[in-house]
């Protein structure tokens, strides 16, 4: 059992070197006062004023800090969408696509957000919206994912994809832009472009109806131990 879980983290380092920056920078934001914690995360957001003075640094910094104040949700993230689709993807494949969903997703939320600021639909300190974590990589990877499952359990993880994070979009008010909902489902869209990249890595599809198979023969082997 320890040696099955050692070979799953040690081949996805990408995505368990992130998570352990992300428990890294967690720890410090946990000792910073809460004017320190605001300072770091207003010069890490990747909001309107920093994507047009430094968008390189932000788009990166983001990266680094997780919305919120609790890592241990990350862990289980990673571990269930991240790991697998860097297993199944390999290294930079998937960098690739969750870096494409960051940038590309920011962008487009960003610059929706401009726009209702310039037709005076939402308030213009906006411009220095607060806005970091690692969410759009996150859900282009897992939009990406959906090419991994066997059908027809794949129409239904995607469906619930796209009821998770489409259903924000609906209660969408122009006078104050939820831009994180517009960046989540940009980024579903984003992963699943990706089609041409994952027919050529198809391996073998994660089917659910195996599962009870799989657990069966693993409990075998334990009692046979």
């Known amino acids: 059992m320890g040696l099955a879980v050692w070979h799953f983290v040690s081949s996805a380092p990408f995505t368990y070197g992130w998570l352990l920056v992300l428990l890294i920078t967690t720890v410090v934001q946990l000792q910073l006062t809460k004017r320190e914690y605001h300072a770091v995360v207003l010069d890490s957001s990747t909001n309107i004023h920093h994507l047009v003075k430094d968008p390189l640094?932000?788009?990166i910094y983001s990266l680094l800090w997780i919305d919120g104040r609790y890592w241990a949700p990350y862990l289980v993230l990673f571990t269930l969408f991240l790991a697998p689709a860097e297993h199944w993807l390999g290294h930079l494949r998937w960098l690739t696509v969750g870096l494409?969903?960051?940038?590309?997703?920011?962008?487009i939320s960003e610059g929706l957000l401009k726009l209702a600021i310039d037709y005076h639909q939402a308030p213009e300190k906006l411009i220095h919206a607060r806005d970091i974590g690692v969410s759009y990589f996150l859900v282009g990877v897992m939009a990406v994912l959906t090419y991994h499952i066997a059908s027809p359990w794949r129409w239904g993880y995607l469906a619930i994809l796209i009821l998770i994070f489409g259903f924000p979009l609906t209660r969408i008010d122009l006078?104050?832009?939820n831009f994180t909902a517009i960046g989540h489902f940009s980024s579903i869209l984003i992963g699943l472009c990706f089609y041409p990249m994952a027919r050529h890595h198809e391996g073998r599809t994660i089917n659910p109806a195996r599962l009870p198979n799989v657990l069966r023969r693993r409990g075998s082997r334990e009692a046979s131990a």
């Open 57 to 59: 640094e932000v788009l």
């Open 175 to 177: 006078n104050d832009l």
């Open 100 to 107: 494409t969903a960051h940038v590309v997703a920011t962008y």
